[in-house]
Structure formats: C-alpha cells, structure tokens
C-alpha cells in the first residue's frame, strides 16, 4: 500500500522529472532548489540581533563610501555547486571595480570583496567594529567605533580612490 509520503515523493519527481533518489544518489544543486525548501529558526540572541547589528554596522559605513553595494542574507552564488547564504556582505560595485555582481535572477554571483566577520577591514578602510559591544547588542557603541574609523585619514583617502573610480575626481 502506497503511503502519502510516498505518492508526494512521486508527484515532486514527475514534477521536475528528477526521478525519486536512492541510497548514495545525490541531486545538483538546481534539482535541491526546485524540490526543497527548509529554513532554519532564526534565534533572536544567538543570531538574530548580531546580525542586525551587523547590518546595521556594514550598512552606516556603506552610506559613508561612494561605490559600495551591502545586503543581508543574500543568496551568494560561487559557481554552479556552491551557493552559501551568509548574514550580510559588503562589495564593491560593478562599476568601481567589484569582482561580484548581482545576477538577473537576484543572487550575487562571485566573490564579494567581505562578507560579515568580526575582524579589523584592510579591503575598507575605516571600517571598524566593537567586538564587545557587538556580543552585547551594544549598538551606540558599535556606531561610535565606527564613526571613530569614518573620520580616519585611512577613511578619506579611501573614499577620494572610490570617487576617482567612477570618474567623480582625481584619484
């Protein structure tokens, strides 16, 4: 007898013609998409206030610097196999030289220049972070942190090169 599990297995692979999977099979990463979709609990403490304070962070300092794309969570594909979601990104744009680009169906695809981690930025300078003010959701602080490296030298002369790259000024 044919339970329900069994007969929705059959309808989702005559759906995509990608036939039921057996012990060892694997599908392409095309196939998964079509047929699964799982989302994880997003936990507010362990996950869900840091990465909003570390949008929040990636995105003050793209409002600071001309020519620079940020997202949470964006789909980020880096090659036909690997597509990982991380919290947030930080780019350049295509037109100021960014190596990553957004695709005609919203993923990123190739690397971003940085993607969300807690360490001191050489790629953008001036880019600083409160370690622990972020693990204690301590946002006025991130921001002064944060401030403090926008009103760097460091910080200016990276903003006059992004200028200079789409054609805005002297490098």
């Known amino acids: 007898m044919a339970t329900v599990e069994q007969g929705r297995k059959r309808e989702v692979a005559s759906q995509d013609s990608t036939?039921?999977?057996?012990?060892?099979?694997r599908l392409s990463r095309v196939q998964f998409e079509r047929i699964v979709d799982i989302h994880s609990p997003v936990r507010p403490n362990r996950?869900?206030?840091?990465a909003s304070a570390i949008n929040c962070w990636l995105a003050n300092y793209r409002i600071a610097t001309p020519g620079l794309v940020s997202a949470l969570s964006p789909g980020l594909r880096l090659d036909l196999d690997n597509e990982p979601q991380q919290d947030a990104l930080l780019m350049f744009a295509p037109d100021h030289g960014g190596?990553?680009?957004?695709?005609?169906?919203?993923?990123?695809?190739?690397?971003p220049?940085?993607?969300?981690?807690?360490?001191?930025?050489?790629?953008?300078?001036?880019?600083?972070?409160?370690?622990?003010?972020l693990a204690s959701a301590y946002m006025a602080r991130m921001r002064a942190r944060l401030v403090a490296g926008l009103a760097g030298p460091e910080h200016a002369e990276f903003v006059r090169v992004m200028a200079a790259r789409a054609g805005q000024g002297p490098a």
């Not at 220049?113 to 003010?133: M, W, Y």
């Open 47 to 50: 996950h869900g206030l840091p």
């Open 19 to 25: 036939p039921p999977l057996e012990n060892g099979e």
């Open 99 to 111: 190596q990553a680009v957004v695709s005609a169906d919203d993923d990123v695809e190739g690397p």
């Open 113 to 133: 220049e940085r993607v969300a981690e807690v360490s001191r930025s050489a790629t953008f300078p001036g880019l600083r972070l409160d370690a622990k003010a």
